[in-house]
């Protein structure tokens, strides 16, 4: 993604394709199983948060959800994958969703089918949740997604009918790509990102991958017209590297090293983007370098403007582009279109209108084509159902973490003040961080905070930060 030649990507495909291969044939031989048996005593008799009483319990895990589902299924999953990206790729070019229905039909009849052979108790989203999120539960999302939406959605039609006549040109003044380079990587650093063990580089789609703690590489992309596209992804994906480094060396080149679940790790990156990186103490610190760096981007707008900016609250139609009041609406439309389905509650067929009547809902707005509708994200056609409640879990437990950090160290927008962001992060890394996969993501919620996921945390935060910035 950000060296290899374009043409490069066949060999690559196949080479991935081998070690994919031998990788699942080593990990799911029968030999395994057998140890993992023998192993139960030495399990049972292991303290469950020791180094061999997770590493058994985890590897175990990994390995019967490997074991679960055959492989002419895995086969057969990977070739629709392949067929309905493809698909989806014209589809939404030619914003014609009738072309892609077949295919998206036939991912979730291969889900509804994985779900059946991975076992579910309750509900058979709760399978496919699993493997994003593992022990969240379709119930819980429910719940929690019906109180989140309770309470923002005033919060946002009251945003909404306040009117906003502010002037948001700064953000697409002329800002030199060197220069945001330079100020993005500086302050990543700043936030606790060693050069020894982490690098930046550009690619198409932002992201952050690792080869173990100590080589963490993110990337972002830059446009020269509008600077929060690199400068937030570079911190967004700054805060998953983070977590990855803090992984516990002891972990390394283990089942238990990474990050515990997609939702955990988003809870970092969006605690690193948002928390920190769009709160207005961030920038009291920050304000003065970058006026001092690009004075033509900060000519004539205040730290009071830049703030607002920043944190401009639209009815966007495309979810990557959302800010924090509008995002959460974008992933439990998703959700609740993917339950439905897999209820039979719901027809592929009629996934466009009913996209359109919850898009106008929530967010007052209709798209005016499938492109910008129910074709915009790429999951589906890789048949990545039950991946997007891990974005707003994130949201949720990130606000949750801090508060819990906040109320053990103090007043925290103090510290960002002055540019000190090591006592968060310290304790990010001895409440989440070296744990690696030890915990679960609802463990890692009550030890670290005191209380399982609720909605309670992020939705005061909403109120507090955007009735001051609008005035409401
Ligand atoms: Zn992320």
Redesign the pocket.
């Known amino acids: 993604e950000t060296y290899m030649p374009h043409g490069g990507a066949g060999h690559r495909a196949d080479q991935l394709a081998t070690l994919e291969l031998l990788t699942h044939e080593t990990f799911t031989d029968k030999r395994v199983g057998e140890l993992l048996t023998e192993l139960t005593p030495l399990e049972e008799s292991s303290d469950a948060q020791s180094f061999d009483g997770s590493l058994i319990r985890v590897t175990r895990r990994d390995y019967d959800k490997a074991t679960k589902l055959p492989s002419e299924f895995v086969e057969e999953l990977s070739r629709a994958q392949n067929a309905a990206h493809f698909a989806w790729i014209e589809a939404r070019k030619e914003d014609d969703f009738k072309s892609f229905q077949p295919h998206l039909e036939k991912m979730f009849g291969l889900a509804r089918r994985a779900a059946d052979y991975l076992g579910f108790d309750d509900h058979p989203y709760d399978a496919l949740l699993d493997n994003y999120e593992p022990g969240a539960k379709t119930a819980h999302l429910k719940t929690l997604f019906a109180d989140l939406r309770n309470q923002t959605l005033p919060l946002l039609k009251a945003i909404q009918a306040k009117g906003d006549a502010t002037d948001y040109s700064v953000l697409e003044r002329p800002f030199p790509i060197e220069k945001q380079r330079q100020f993005g990587l500086e302050i990543a650093r700043a936030l606790g990102l060693p050069e020894e063990y982490s690098r930046l580089d550009v690619s198409a789609h932002p992201f952050c991958t690792h080869f173990g703690p100590q080589d963490i590489r993110i990337t972002t992309r830059f446009d020269e017209h509008y600077f929060p596209t690199s400068l937030f992804g570079t911190w967004?994906?700054t805060g998953?590297g983070l977590y990855e480094h803090g992984v516990s060396l002891e972990l390394n080149r283990t089942p238990l090293s990474g990050g515990a679940s997609l939702g955990v790790?988003?809870s970092q990156?969006r605690l690193f983007e948002n928390l920190i990186c769009r709160s207005k103490p961030f920038w009291e610190h920050y304000y003065p370098q970058l006026e001092h760096l690009v004075p033509e981007v900060t000519q004539g707008v205040s730290l009071e403007e830049f703030y607002k900016a920043i944190n401009r609250v639209g009815a966007d139609l495309i979810r990557v582009e959302a800010d924090e009041v509008t995002y959460n609406f974008h992933v439990m439309l998703r959700f609740e279109l993917e339950v439905a389905v897999l209820e039979g509650n719901l027809k592929v067929a009629d996934l466009p209108e009913a996209w359109n009547a919850k898009m106008q809902d929530y967010l007052g707005v209709t798209p005016p084509d499938n492109a910008k509708g129910v074709l915009q994200d790429v999951h589906w056609s890789a048949g990545l159902i039950g991946y997007f409640p891990t974005y707003s879990l994130g949201n949720l437990l990130s606000v949750q973490l801090y508060n819990a950090a906040e109320a053990k160290l103090g007043n925290l927008h103090e510290m960002f003040r002055t540019g000190n962001f090591a006592p968060l992060l310290e304790w990010l890394r001895e409440n989440v961080h070296q744990h690696g996969r030890k915990l679960l993501p609802h463990e890692i919620a009550l030890r670290a905070t005191g209380k399982p996921l609720e909605a309670t945390d992020y939705v005061q935060y909403l109120k507090t930060k955007y009735s001051a910035i609008y005035g409401l």
């Open positions: 967004h994906e998953h790790h988003e990156s």
